[in-house]
């Protein structure tokens, strides 16, 4: 099927050229009101991100993803392996968090908040224009042949990009390994930790090159996110759009003649001149309509409003609107679906509190030991045979420990001794024998309760199970 005129654009990508090479992109460096907002909020999620593997709270890393041994902390709360449940209910919260705001918002995320957004369009394409200038001298600059200018330019440029990626990657090891593990291999030396040295190396080798070539094409090709726009965007999704009823009127968009008065003409508000498109990372033209490339920067918002202001015309051409605001006039309006999305995200909510509140510091497993029958003790005592496993999740150690049965009267016998003590995030291991009175027994199989105590403190409860023979039943 042919593609429609008006959809043509679609067929291709900005970054591509006919040939299938990459086109570099040469953006205009942008200016305005809302580069500007965005250059504040980037200031402080760079901060963030930057600082959040090295804050800690109560003892516990602020952020930390050390995915090898499954113990994660999110703003200073340890979860860890035993807690992957909590771990899954607060990812799902946040999908639907992102997919509740890209439906009222698009890709808002995107365009303020994304780290490949914030280090591409906040440091290093800054870095770029401090060094090569603006997008006419980056253009001279790449068709110039090799002399001194050029090396002394693109090598200072390189060496720089490559010291940031360096410092990215050893950040981004922080939240893997967490900052006292970086920090100990840095004091050991990098030849004492080989492995980490060629991970580290592949991670500054891979920023490398997504910030100094791949740049915008992880946000066109890559990311599964932009992949996600064309199903969860809406004829009611706010997004930075072009005003294609005022910027095209009767006569479409035409440049724009010095004194004339545009309303008389008929001719859209849009003077053509271009400038939204040379200011976008991405390539795309936004007067097209609603693009997967588009990641909501807002660069040609700024670059249009300026050109309004110079023509005086009505600013925001380009601005925050959804397709029924630009073609009904319609205001932000809660849906159905926004509604489902809030109605979700409170339920998952909900759950997710009251799991950390029955949340224990301490988590205990007894289990009966693989293969093991009952054994008579004496005349009128049955014992079975346990392991038992505790993971001490706070940041103190935590001293006399002992079992009791809650259940059942009976005895707790550890081969080694009660009152042993779990260093802080540590876990205690070995077996242990339950031993019941016959009489308190009333079936081959039955629960039993057992409590574990710190002193005289309750600090958790689990059960298990206790066999007996069938003549007691
Ligand atoms: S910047 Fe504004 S006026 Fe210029 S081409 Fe783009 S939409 Fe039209
Ligand atoms: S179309 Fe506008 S908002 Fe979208 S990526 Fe390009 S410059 Fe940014």
Sequence with gaps: METPENEVFRDSIGTINEDGKRNWLYPKKPTGKFYDYRKWVSYGLLAFLLAAPFIKINGNQFIMMNVLERRFNIFGFPFWPQDFHLFVIMMIIGVVFVIFFTVAFGRIFCGWMCPQTIFMEMVFRRIEYWIEGDRGKQIRLDKQKW?????RKKGTKWFIFAVISFIIANVFLAYLIGS?????????GPLAHLSTLLSLIIFTAVFYFVFAWFREQVCIIACPYGRLQGVLLDDKSIIVAYDHKRGEKEEGRALFKKNEDRAATGKGDCIDCGQCVQV???GIDIRNGTQLECVNCTACIDACDQIMEKVDLPKGLIRYASEDNITKGNKFE???RLKGYVAVLAILLGIFSGMMLLRNDVEARVLRLPGSLYEHKGEDVISNVYTYKLVNKTIV???DIHFKLLSHKGDINLVKNQG???AKEGLAEGTLFIELKTGAIKGDKERVEIGIYSGDD????TTTSFLGPRSYK
Aim: with cysteine; charged share 30%.
């Design 147 to 151: 002399d001194a200018e050029k090396i």
């Design 280 to 282: 976008c990372p991405t």
């Design 420 to 422: 042993f003590s779990i």
């Design 397 to 399: 150690s935590i001293d």
């Design 180 to 188: 006292d593990q970086l920090f100990k291999y840095i004091k050991d």
């Design 458 to 461: 309750l600090i958790e409860t």
């Design 334 to 336: 809660w849906t159905p």
